[in-house]
């Protein structure tokens, strides 16, 4: 079945620098994923929708210079987390549609990464 | 705007079985999805309802009435390791995924 890939799982980085957030699909192009965010005992929110070859759409809430993102092939997506600040450790989770040669009237409807634990210190 | 509502928590006995209610509200509407959620672990899908009734996979099963903006996760002969949090989701035709707030279920021996 259609796989995608997250990494790395889990980082820690120091208060002002930035990290980088890769999502591949591996067996399929995927010309938009997602990009979720989840905060302890809450739930999967949408930042953004990221779209190959054109600019990613944020949802609102969500600033676009501070998460920076990249949808450069059909196979690979970034997410990376500018100047990063204790507050933005989180629970980072991407997901892709699948193709239409792996959609199935039972589901699933996305294929998600495996997730990133970020920790800011 | 997408909302969507479920208990925040549950809790059953070991071999019962549970129902968890969802409702939403949504423009587009193309599917409803069931994730479970262990601790520190990623979202795995469970279920998807696309069209009215009942999908049945193994001891989970996933009812959704589009009419109602309605629907359920019934998890049947309960077992330990299903304590964990469950989260209905919605899918618009534009591919997006809108998940609820989730519900923590309690499994007790």
């Known amino acids: 079945g259609a796989v995608v890939s997250q990494h790395p799982s889990r980082v820690i980085c120091k208060s002002g620098t930035s990290v980088k957030i890769e999502c591949r699909s591996l067996?399929?192009?995927?010309?938009?994923m997602f990009w979720y965010r989840q905060f302890p005992k809450q739930s999967l929110m949408l930042m953004a929708t990221?779209?190959?070859?054109?600019?990613?759409?944020?949802e609102q809430g969500v600033e676009k210079d501070k998460f920076l993102i990249n949808h450069a092939s059909l196979t690979l997506s970034t997410l990376t987390v500018t100047s990063a600040h204790p507050e933005d450790s989180s629970f980072y989770i991407c997901?892709?549609?699948?193709?239409?040669?792996?959609?199935?009237?039972?589901?699933?409807?996305?294929?998600f990464g495996q997730g990133t634990r970020l920790t800011v210190v | 705007g997408q909302s969507l509502e479920q208990p925040s928590e549950v809790t059953a006995v070991e071999g019962a079985i549970v129902q968890i209610n969802c409702t939403y509200q949504?423009?587009?509407?193309?599917?409803l999805s069931w994730y479970q959620q262990h601790d520190g672990g990623a979202p795995t899908f469970l279920s998807y309802?696309?069209?009215?009734g009942l999908e049945e996979t193994g001891r989970f099963s996933s009812f959704l009435s589009r009419s109602d903006s309605y629907g359920y996760l019934l998890l049947q002969e309960l077992q330990m390791k299903d304590s964990a949090s469950y989260f209905c989701?919605?899918?618009?035709?534009?591919?997006?995924?809108?998940f609820g707030k989730g519900t923590r279920l309690h499994i007790l021996p």
């Open positions: 997901s892709a549609p699948p193709p239409p040669s792996h959609r199935r009237r039972e589901g699933p409807e996305a294929f």
């Open positions: 067996d399929f192009q995927a010309t938009t």
């Open positions: 990221s779209n190959e070859g054109s600019k990613a759409t944020y």
């Open positions: 949504t423009s587009g509407f193309y599917g």
């Open positions: 309802n696309a069209l009215d």
């Open positions: 989701a919605v899918s618009n035709r534009d591919d997006k995924i809108i």
